[in-house]
C-alpha cells in the first residue's frame, strides 16, 4: 500500500467516507510511518510521504473506521540532548480518538535496556501496547442541546464512572461501571431526585495502568494517568472499544442532558502517562520528546516535574498549547460536555518556572470561541515551588475553593480562632476573589472530594487507614485531626453514631446555604465510607466503589439521602442563599443584607471575632435587600434566613435577634440535631432557642406580601 500526499490538517486519523487522511507533527523526525495493524497482529507499514510544517502526513485510500495503527517514528536517538526517537517502539496518535487494548508492563515498552540504561532498547513493543484507532464521527444527535445552566443555579456531583454504577442493582451487569450505566434511568432519576445539575466525571480520557500498581495488585482507578486526550476511556465501554467506546460515551451524555444535567470533565493536561525518563515510551516521549515536555535546562536526560508524577507538558510550545486546545474543542464541539475541571492547573500557567497568570495558555482560553463559553474550573494548585494559587486565576475561571474545605472542617471540629475567617468563607470568600472583580460564584465549595475522606470517614476517624495501598501509610495527605467521635470506623454505640450523623447533616447543611458553587463527592450523601482509607487511588474494588445495596437497606443512610434532598431543594428555592454578589454588609447603601449575632440576640462586636473561643454564632440573611435584577431587570426578593451554628461541645441558649421593620415568626427548616422534627415549627423573634452541642439551626421568615 503506497500513501497519497493528503493533508497536514486536521492531526490526526481523519475518515473521509472513502479512505483516512494521517496527520502527526513531529519537529526532531527525519521519517514517519503509519503501522496498519491486522485484526490477526500482522502489521503494514506505510511511509507517509509529505512534510509541511513539521507535520507528516498522508492519506490511505480504503482505510476506514475500527482500522488499529500507531506511528513508528525515525529520528535522533540522544538522551543527554532530549531526544528519544526509537523507530522499534510503535506509538499512540496523540490526537486518536479512540485507543484499543493496554499495556502490559513488557519490558519493551522501555527506550532503554533495563539491564543496560544507557543503551537504546531495540525490542519491538508490538502486541504489549495500545493502539490508535480510526474512528466514524457520525452519530444522531437529534435534539441534543446544553442545559447551560448559570453558576448560581448550579450543583455539582462529583462522580467516578466505575465505583458510581459498578454495585448498582437495577443496571444490567454488563453495563455495570460503563458510560452505558452511568446513563441508565436508574442512575440518572437519583441524580435529579437529589436536584444536581451537573455531573463532573473524574478522568475519562484514555488512560493508562501503571505496571509498579499492577506489580502489587492493584490498578489505577482514579485515571489521573493519561495518554490519550481526544479518546474515552476504553475500560469504561460495554460494547468494545474499537470506537464503540466514543459511540456509548455520546449517548451517555445525550442522556444526561436528557434530564437536565450537564457534564464536566476532569482533564489531566498537566503531564502523561509516560512519567520521567524510566517510564514508558507510548507516544510524545518517541514522537518528540523535546517539543511535548519540560525538560530540566542543564540536564535534558532529565525530566521537570511540578505534579509529582514524573513529567509535565512543555505549556510554552505552539503544538503542546495546540494539542490542549484542539482537545478541549473536540470534547465541546464532538462530545458535547458543557466544561471542564483542570487537574494541577497551576501547572498549565508556568511558561517557565513561575506561576504566571498571563500565561499562553489563558490567552488561547479567553479568546476561543468554543471554549471559553463553557465551565472552566482549575483545581488551583500543583507541587511546584509557589503553586498554591488559590484566588489567583483570571475572571473566566472557577476555582475549587480550598480553603473553604479546610476552614469548615476546622469550624466544626471546634477549633479556636476560626469563626472569622469562617464567616468569610459562609459569605463567598471575598479575601479571595473581589480583589479582580470577580464574584462568589468563582469559588467552588467542598467540603469532601475524590482525593482525601468520604464525609462519613471524614468524622469517623482520626487518621488515614491505608494499609491497603501497600506504601505503609505513608501515601495520602495528613489532612484529619480529633473529632472526638470516640472509636475509630463502624461502632454500635447509638451515642456516637447519633454525633457522627449529626455532624455529617452540619457539614452538608453548611455546604449548600454557604455562597458560592457547590460541589458534592458521590456517595456523601448516602455515607459512603472507604473504612478509613483517605487515597483510593489505587483500589478498583469495594473499598471506593459505591455500595447501593447497603446504601438501601441502611435506615441512617436513607434518611442522610432525604436530608441531603432537602438541603439542596432548600438552596434551588431560594435566590437568597445563591447570590451572584457578595453582601454589602451593614447597609450603608439601602437596608442591611447581611447581619452577625452572637448567642445572647446582640450584634457581634470586634471583640467577640476576636474570642479564640468563639464557636457559636447567628447569621441573618435579608431576602428583602439581595439587590440583584432577574432576566427581565425586575428586583429579586426572597424569603429572609437565619443561620443558627453552634460548633461548640455543650449546648447554648440562643436569643433570636429582635430585627425592626420585619416580621417576628420564624420557622425551621433545617435542623441538624432533629431533622424529622424540623418542619414548620414556629420561633417567635426574641425566644430563647435551645440549640444543642455540634449542631446547627436554619430558620425561615417568609417574605412580607407587596
Known amino acids: 500500500m503506497q500513501a497519497w500526499n493528503g493533508s497536514s490538517h486536521p492531526l490526526g486519523a481523519t475518515f473521509d467516507g472513502s479512505g483516512t487522511n494521517f496527520a502527526v507533527f513531529s519537529e526532531v523526525a527525519e521519517r514517519v510511518e503509519v503501522a496498519l495493524i491486522g485484526d490477526d497482529g500482522t502489521e503494514q507499514r506505510v511511509p507517509l510521504p509529505e512534510v509541511d510544517g513539521f507535520v507528516w502526513h498522508g492519506y490511505l485510500p480504503g482505510v476506514g473506521p475500527g482500522t488499529r495503527y500507531g506511528y513508528r517514528v525515525y529520528g535522533p536517538h540522544d538522551p543527554d540532548r532530549g531526544h528519544r526517537c526509537n523507530p522499534a517502539k510503535i506509538l499512540i496518535d496523540p490526537y486518536a480518538k479512540a485507543i484499543d487494548g493496554n499495556t502490559d508492563g513488557h519490558p519493551s515498552l522501555l527506550d532503554y535496556r533495563p539491564e543496560a540504561r544507557d543503551q537504546r532498547n531495540t525490542s519491538d513493543n508490538l ?22 445552566r448559570p453558576y448560581h443555579e448550579t450543583v455539582i456531583y462529583e462522580a467516578h464512572v466505575k465505583g458510581m454504577t459498578r454495585t448498582h442493582p437495577a443496571v444490567p451487569e454488563h453495563r455495570r461501571g460503563t458510560y452505558a450505566g452511568l446513563a441508565h434511568p436508574a442512575v440518572i432519576e437519583h441524580l435529579t431526585a ?17 505496571g509498579l500498581l499492577i506489580g502489587r495488585g492493584l490498578s489505577n482507578y482514579w485515571g489521573y494517568n493519561t495518554i490519550g486526550f481526544l479518546a474515552p476511556h476504553n475500560a469504561y465501554s460495554s460494547s468494545g472499544s474499537r470506537g464503540e467506546q466514543v459511540t456509548e460515551f455520546k449517548a451517555m451524555v445525550k442522556a444526561l442532558h436528557a434530564a437536565g444535567i450537564e457534564v464536566i470533565l476532569d482533564v489531566v493536561y498537566n503531564h502523561t502517562a509516560e512519567g520521567n525518563e524510566l517510564g514508558p515510551t507510548l507516544s510524545f516521549r518517541g514522537i518528540d520528546n523535546a517539543s511535548y515536555y519540560r525538560l530540566v535546562d542543564d540536564d535534558p536526560a532529565h525530566y521537570y516535574d ?49 506561576v504566571d497568570r498571563l500565561s499562553a495558555f489563558f490567552d488561547l482560553v479567553q479568546q476561543d470561541p468554543v471554549v471559553s463559553r463553557v465551565k472552566l474550573i482549575a483545581e488551583p494548585w500543583d507541587l511546584g515551588e509557589g503553586g498554591y494559587q488559590v484566588g489567583n486565576f483570571p475572571p473566566l475561571w472557577s476555582e475549587w475553593n480550598g480553603k473553604f474545605r479546610d476552614c469548615v472542617r476546622d469550624f466544626w471540629r471546634g477549633t479556636d480562632g476560626v469563626l472569622p475567617e469562617f464567616a468569610v468563607r ?25 482525593d482525601g475522606f468520604t464525609l462519613r ?35 454500635d454505640d447509638p451515642g456516637v453514631r447519633a454525633l457522627r450523623e449529626r455532624r455529617q447533616r452540619n457539614l452538608l447543611t453548611t455546604l449548600f446555604v454557604a455562597q458560592g458553587v457547590p460541589m458534592l463527592s458521590h456517595g ?77 440576640g ?10 479564640p473561643d468563639a464557636r457559636s454564632v447567628v447569621v441573618f440573611l435579608n431576602g428583602d ?50 431533622p424529622d422534627g424540623a418542619d414548620e415549627v414556629e420561633v417567635k423573634a426574641g425566644s430563647v432557642r435551645s440549640v444543642e452541642a455540634h449542631s446547627a439551626l436554619v430558620l425561615i421568615r417568609r417574605r412580607r406580601p407587596e
Open 127 to 148: 502486541g504489549h501496547t495500545m493502539l490508535s484507532v480510526v474512528t466514524d464521527s457520525t452519530f444522531d444527535w437529534g435534539d441534543d442541546r446544553s442545559p447551560n
Open 426 to 450: 459562609l459569605t463567598g470568600s471575598a479575601d479571595l476573589y473581589t480583589s479582580e472583580h470577580r464574584r462568589p460564584l468563582a469559588g467552588v465549595n467542598f467540603v469532601t472530594a475524590h
Open 457 to 491: 470517614d471524614l468524622v469517623s476517624y482520626n487518621t488515614k487507614h491505608n494499609e491497603a495501598n501497600g506504601e505503609q501509610g505513608r501515601d495520602g495527605a495528613d489532612d484529619n485531626r480529633s473529632w472526638n467521635s470516640g472509636a475509630e470506623g463502624d461502632t
Open 625 to 674: 435587600a439581595i439587590s440583584e435584577r432577574d432576566s427581565r431587570g425586575g428586583p429579586i426578593v426572597d424569603d429572609s434566613f437565619l443561620f443558627v451554628l453552634n460548633a461548640h461541645y455543650e449546648g447554648v441558649n440562643v436569643r433570636i435577634p429582635v430585627l425592626h421593620d420585619h416580621g417576628d415568626i420564624w420557622h425551621v427548616a433545617v435542623d441538624t440535631a432533629d
Open 194 to 210: 437529589l436536584g444536581v445539575t451537573a455531573i463532573e466525571l473524574m478522568p475519562v480520557h484514555q488512560f493508562v495502568q501503571d
Open 524 to 600: 456523601d450523601e448516602l455515607g459512603r465510607t472507604q473504612h478509613g482509607n483517605n487515597n483510593v487511588y489505587c483500589q478498583d474494588n469495594e473499598i471506593a466503589w459505591m455500595d447501593w445495596a447497603r446504601a438501601v437497606t441502611d435506615p441512617a443512610r436513607q434518611d442522610l439521602l432525604e436530608f441531603t434532598r432537602g438541603l439542596v431543594r432548600l438552596r434551588a428555592e431560594h435566590p437568597v442563599l445563591r447570590r451572584r454578589r457578595f453582601f454589602r454588609g451593614d447597609g450603608a447603601d439601602g437596608p442591611a443584607d447581611l447581619l452577625w449575632f452572637r448567642p445572647d
Open 306 to 354: 511540578t505534579t509529582g508524577t514524573g513529567n509535565s507538558l512543555l505549556m510554552r510550545h505552539p503544538n503542546v498549547l495546540q494539542l490542549i486546545m484542539d482537545s478541549l474543542r473536540h470534547w465541546v464541539t464532538e462530545m458535547h460536555v458543557d466544561g471542564f475541571r483542570f487537574d494541577l492547573a497551576a501547572t498549565l500557567a508556568r511558561q517557565f518556572h513561575e
Open 602 to 611: 446582640t450584634e457581634m462586636t470586634a471583640k467577640d471575632w476576636d474570642r
